[in-house]
């Protein structure tokens, strides 16, 4: 008998985090690291919100609440979400969740059976496919393809849908690859959805990047087409925009008060409910006039290096890097270098297991962490079903320039290292 459920081998992980325990291992040895790997901003939160949640606790204002969250913070979400994307939301369709994860989860728990069918973005966030496979649903990545700017035609969508389609994912801006959705592409994506799927089909559609945008581009949301109000599930949090990311603040906007209250259940069977005096704060930044000018100075910033980094990227023979218009990613395709290298043919040269375990991207990865003090994260960590044959990087440049300047000119280093890479492989031997 095994101590361990058999579902528990089907659930993935987030590697950003993961790789925290190689990052330790070479701080101990006394190497610098650069941390392009934590899709963090390097903003703190701002202080007339981080004023609120003292002022709160100091209120006492630490118990329990609503499980659906307080209603004054869920009145703040409605009110953003009905002015941001044209809707009229009921307070009463709001859940907040502790950070921007739990949605995920809820929603494959609500919606999703086993052998249902889930489509979700590939390169996307690793935990859709985590739990699409968890709750044996059937995997249906769609490929969001470097040729096609990282995007997607609503024939691309098309193809995919089928009788057991179930919930289908989408997630703009984009992590890793910070792609957006117009509302043209928007417009025929609703279409397909309306013509193609069943009633009962619901749509996914993660923001939590809402407020990261560059070029002057504006967030549109798929639930604000014609007819996908009353299918679409919206998500959206506090992490990203707001610099929160410890304060794990999170929220949906459900179709339904039916499908609600199945999320509040699920709160209320997980965590119980996410603390008041975090919702104050969390309610601070939609009302406080404070918060669009601490917003935008750090939205200026990750847009100053998007555009440093992109050239940079660009000038290192062997990669390519597109141009992304939101969040604070890039995506560099790697393959020129992997060929360079030698990386492509080491991989081919692995015992068939040991293949299996990596890829030619993950190689290179961990050649630049081992080797150059470069923490990224390769292709697979980004959906690794049908990954097969792409040579990417993601880097965070949630970063400061001069740790960015540093960790480009590792890298153009790394690029023509061949005999540390050979090196690498004898002395790191991560797997044999």
């Given at each position: ?17 993961k790789?925290?325990?190689d990052?330790?291992v ?6 610098d690291v ?5 899709g ?7 202080p ?7 002022e709160?606790?100091e209120?006492g ?14 009145q ?12 009229d939301?009921?307070?009463d ?14 929603s494959?728990?609500t919606y ?14 690793p935990i ?11 995997p249906?990545?769609l ?6 700017g990282?995007a997607?035609?609503?024939d691309?969508?098309?193809?995919l849908?089928?009788?057991k ?7 703009s ?10 509302k043209?592409?928007?417009e ?10 069943r ?7 993660d923001e939590?990047?809402e407020h ?6 504006v967030?549109?949301?798929?639930a604000s087409?014609?007819g996908?109000?009353?299918k679409t599930v ?10 929160m990311t410890g ?6 906007v ?11 259940q699920?709160?209320?069977?997980i ?11 969390g309610?601070?930044?939609y009302e406080?006039?404070?918060t ?7 939205v200026?910033?990750?847009?100053r ?41 080491a ?20 050649f ?24 990417f ?9 001069d740790?960015?300047e ?21 002395r ?5």
């Amino acid at each position: 008998m095994a101590v361990q459920a058999a579902r528990i081998k089907s659930l993935g992980t987030e590697n950003a985090f993961k790789l925290g325990e190689d990052i330790a291992v070479c701080l101990d040895r006394g190497m610098d690291v650069v941390k392009f790997n934590l899709g963090e901003p390097d903003f703190d939160t701002a202080p007339h919100i981080n004023r609120k949640a003292i002022e709160q606790i100091e209120a006492g204002n630490s118990h329990y609440c609503d499980p659906a969250g307080i209603l004054p913070f869920r009145q703040a979400i409605a009110k953003h979400v009905s002015k941001t994307r044209g809707l009229d939301i009921d307070p009463d369709r709001v859940v907040v969740t502790p950070g921007a994860k739990p949605p995920i989860c809820f929603s494959m728990e609500t919606y999703v059976d086993p052998g249902d069918e889930v489509i979700y973005p590939s390169p996307g966030f690793p935990i859709y496919e985590s739990w699409v496979t968890f709750v044996g649903a059937k995997p249906v990545p769609l490929e969001l393809s470097e040729e096609k700017g990282f995007a997607f035609s609503a024939d691309d969508l098309g193809e995919l849908i089928t009788p057991k389609t179930k919930l289908i994912i989408l997630n703009s801006p984009s992590n890793p690859t910070g792609g957006v959705l117009s509302k043209a592409a928007l417009e025929g994506i609703a279409r397909v959805i309306r013509e193609r799927t069943r009633p009962d089909v619901r749509v996914y559609t993660d923001e939590v990047y809402e407020h990261i945008l560059f070029d002057g581009e504006v967030h549109n949301s798929i639930a604000s087409e014609e007819g996908m109000e009353e299918k679409t599930v919206i998500v959206s949090g506090h992490s990203k925009g707001f610099a929160m990311t410890g304060w794990r603040l999170g929220w949906a906007v459900l179709p339904t008060k039916e499908e609600a209250a199945i999320f509040k259940q699920l709160n209320i069977n997980i965590v119980s409910c996410v603390p008041p005096f975090i919702q104050e704060a969390g309610r601070e930044a939609y009302e406080s006039s404070e918060t669009g000018p601490a917003v935008a100075k750090m939205v200026s910033a990750f847009e100053r290096r998007r555009n440093w980094v992109v050239g940079a990227l660009n000038a290192i023979p062997g990669v390519t890097c597109q141009n992304p218009k939101g969040a604070f990613y890039v995506f560099p395709n790697i393959a020129g270098v992997c060929e360079e290298l030698g990386v492509m043919s080491a991989h081919r040269a692995m015992p068939a297991g040991a293949a299996a375990r990596t890829s030619p991207s993950a190689m290179f990865q961990m050649f630049l962490l081992y080797s150059h003090g470069v923490a990224t994260l390769d292709r697979n960590s980004f959906g690794s079903i049908g990954a097969e044959g792409q040579h990417f990087l993601r880097l965070s440049i949630a970063t400061g320039m001069d740790r960015l300047e540093e960790g480009v000119a590792r890298m153009r280093k790394a690029s023509v290292d061949a005999d540390g890479f050979k090196e690498f492989l004898d002395r790191e031997k991560l797997w044999d």
